[in-house]
């Protein structure tokens, strides 16, 4: 005679896999830090496909979120100055990038300026990650806004679709 239990057993098995697969599919996409973020965002099914410059932007907007976050927390110094240093690296990414000049504007300057911004980015990068470290909590508030306020500047006047 066959055993009772082995028809319930199989669709258990089945429900485990799904969840083990399913939380896997969670922790990597939540696991690994704004660069992580920002790859998953860029494939998501059936969307277009980002630009390289797209997936630095995204990485520096994970970036900003939790930074807003840590910077609200003293005992959250060491993740606060690692978050701006990996910022730092996507705006070295973007700058080795060209987005596209509008239609009568030279290329070549276009694409000078947007360096010039996005040294300007680094530049108060550098800055948060300097306050955050010596304990500056108000110079560190302050650099955010400023970041905030390059940013939309940037898109203002560099962002195509903004
Ligand atoms: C902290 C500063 C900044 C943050 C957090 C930020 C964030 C973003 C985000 C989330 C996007 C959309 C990416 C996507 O398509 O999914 C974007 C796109 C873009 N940003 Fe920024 N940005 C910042 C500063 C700047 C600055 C300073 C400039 C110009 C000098 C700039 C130029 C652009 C351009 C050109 C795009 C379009 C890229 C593309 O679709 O190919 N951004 N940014």
New binding site residues.
């Given amino acids: 005679m066959k055993p009772i239990v082995k028809p319930i057993v199989k669709p258990v098995a089945l429900v485990a896999a799904c969840l083990v697969v399913f939380g896997l599919s969670l922790f990597a996409q939540r696991g690994g830090g704004a660069g992580a973020q920002a790859a998953a965002?860029a494939q998501g099914a059936g969307e277009e496909e980002?630009?390289?410059?797209?997936?630095a932007?995204?990485g520096?907007?994970s970036?900003?979120r939790a930074i807003g976050r840590l910077l609200a927390d003293p005992d959250k110094k060491d993740e606060a100055s690692s978050t701006a240093r990996e910022?730092q690296n996507y705006v070295l990414i973007?700058m080795q990038l060209e987005?596209a000049a509008p239609d009568g504007v030279e290329a070549g300057r276009h694409q000078l300026?947007?360096r010039m911004?996005?040294h300007?980015?680094l530049g108060e990068l550098l800055a948060l990650e300097l306050a955050v470290r010596e304990g500056d909590a108000e110079g560190a508030k302050t650099r955010f806004s400023t970041?905030?306020g390059?940013?939309k500047?940037?898109?203002d006047?560099?962002?195509?679709?903004?």
């Fill in positions: 965002g980002e630009s390289p410059l797209g997936q932007m995204d520096l907007q970036g900003m910022m973007a987005p300026d947007f911004e996005m300007a980015v970041l905030n390059l940013k500047a940037g898109h006047r560099f962002r195509v679709d903004d």
